[in-house]
Each structure stands twice: as structure tokens, then as C-alpha cells.
């Protein structure tokens, strides 16, 4: 009898000691403060530092695109954190990162809730019903910018090729000159194929 409750014995001590250890543990590393998952808000200070601006204050233009701009920033984050997070619940499942992380990145998306609330109610402040519509623009400012950068990029890449090859390139945008015999001008098109004249 005693020789079955000597393991039993070890097995309840060792389980028992590991359970022990990490809840202490987790509890400690709850109570750490852990590294922010995104970096200061740069386009909130800005705006409520205009906000607060009152010798003299700033005009509305400048605080409605401001707030466009605070917005544009919350999308970014809110599709970065959409994008994040199952790739990163995946990983915790795998033991590949840490609690830290995920809890930062929870964190991070709890702030991100408040902050478009905030967004929204600042946009009704200005225009009813703008903050059913801001983050629709700071969507198309997004898709502007992107694309504004593709169009930058093709004058960068357009000079690393004439350089590779040696090859001074020729951009034409347009169709060129019509060919020989085109009709150019509606006046000049034979009177059969003009439509008749209204009385």
C-alpha cells in the first residue's frame, strides 16, 4: 500500500508545484505593463492639440481635415489589427509568442473601438450625419494616396531601367496622330453620315 501512494504522492507534488508556479507566474506577468502594439497616435495629438489651439483658434477647414486624417490613421490600424490577429491567434495556439503580444494586440483593438466611437461623435460635432460617412472617405483618401504612390513610383522605376539598360525611355500618353484619312472633325464627314438636322 505504501509502495502506490509514494508516486502518487510524487505525481500530485510535481503537478501540484507546476500549477502553482504558473499561476504565480501569469498573474505576474498580467500585472507587467506590456509594449503597446501600435506607435503613438500622432494624428489624434494632432488634432486635439488644434482642437485646444484658442489664440487664435483654428479655423473649421483645418480641424474638419484634421479629423479626416485622424480618421485615415484609424483605418489603417483597424485593417492592420483585422490582418494581425488570426495569423497571431494561430501562433498563441502554437506556443510560437507570448501572452504579451496577444494581450497587447487585444488592447489595441479595445482602444481602436473607442477611438472610432470618439471619430464619429467629433464628425456629428461638425455635420449630422458625418460620422456615417468619414471613414467612407478616409477610404477613398487611402485609395488616393496609394495610388498616388504607384504613379511616384513609376518615374523611380522608369529611371533604374534607363540607367540598367542604358536606354533612354520614351513615355507617350495619349493615341498619337490619327491615321492618314481619319475623320478628325464631325464638319468634315460626308453629308449622308450626318444625322438629320431637327426642324
Same mark, same amino acid.
Given at each position: 500500500?505504501? *509502495?502506490?501512494l509514494? /508516486? ?6 510535481v503537478?501540484?508545484? #507546476? ?5 504565480? $507566474? ?9 509594449? /503597446?502594439?501600435?506607435? &503613438?497616435?500622432?494624428?489624434?495629438? @494632432?488634432?486635439?492639440?488644434?482642437? !485646444? ?10 480641424? =474638419? ?27 498563441? !495556439? ?8 496577444w494581450?497587447?494586440? #487585444?488592447?489595441a483593438? =479595445?482602444?481602436?473601438?473607442?477611438e ?5 461623435? +467629433? ?8 460620422? +456615417? ?6 477610404? +477613398? ?8 504612390? *504607384?504613379?511616384? !513610383?513609376?518615374?523611380?522605376? =522608369? ?5 540598367? $539598360? ?5 513615355? @507617350?500618353?495619349?493615341?498619337? &496622330? ?17 444625322? /438629320?438636322?431637327?426642324?
Amino acid at each position: 500500500m505504501a *509502495s502506490i501512494l509514494v /508516486p502518487v504522492a510524487y505525481v500530485v507534488l510535481v503537478f501540484g508545484s #507546476l500549477f502553482v508556479f504558473s499561476h504565480f $507566474y501569469r498573474k505576474r506577468l498580467a500585472s507587467q505593463p506590456f509594449e /503597446p502594439y501600435f506607435p &503613438p497616435h500622432v494624428e489624434r495629438n @494632432t488634432y486635439v492639440t488644434l482642437l !485646444q489651439k484658442s489664440d487664435p483658434p483654428t479655423p473649421e477647414p483645418i480641424l =474638419k481635415a484634421a479629423l479626416v486624417r485622424r480618421a485615415v490613421a484609424d483605418v489603417l490600424r483597424v485593417l492592420k489589427v483585422r490582418e494581425d490577429k488570426p495569423a497571431l491567434q494561430n501562433l498563441l !495556439q502554437k506556443g510560437s509568442i507570448g501572452d504579451d503580444l496577444w494581450n497587447s494586440l #487585444l488592447a489595441a483593438e =479595445k482602444e481602436l473601438e473607442g477611438e472610432v466611437s470618439e471619430v464619429i461623435a +467629433e464628425a456629428e460635432s461638425y455635420l449630422p450625419r458625418w460620422g +456615417e460617412l468619414i471613414f467612407g472617405t478616409a477610404n +477613398e483618401v487611402i485609395a488616393n494616396d496609394r495610388i498616388r504612390a *504607384s504613379f511616384e !513610383q513609376i518615374n523611380q522605376n =522608369k529611371a533604374k531601367l534607363e540607367t540598367k $539598360y542604358g536606354v533612354k525611355a520614351k513615355l @507617350t500618353i495619349g493615341v498619337g &496622330p490619327p491615321p492618314p484619312g481619319a475623320v478628325t472633325r464631325l464638319d468634315r464627314l460626308p453629308l449622308h453620315v450626318l444625322p /438629320p438636322h431637327p426642324h
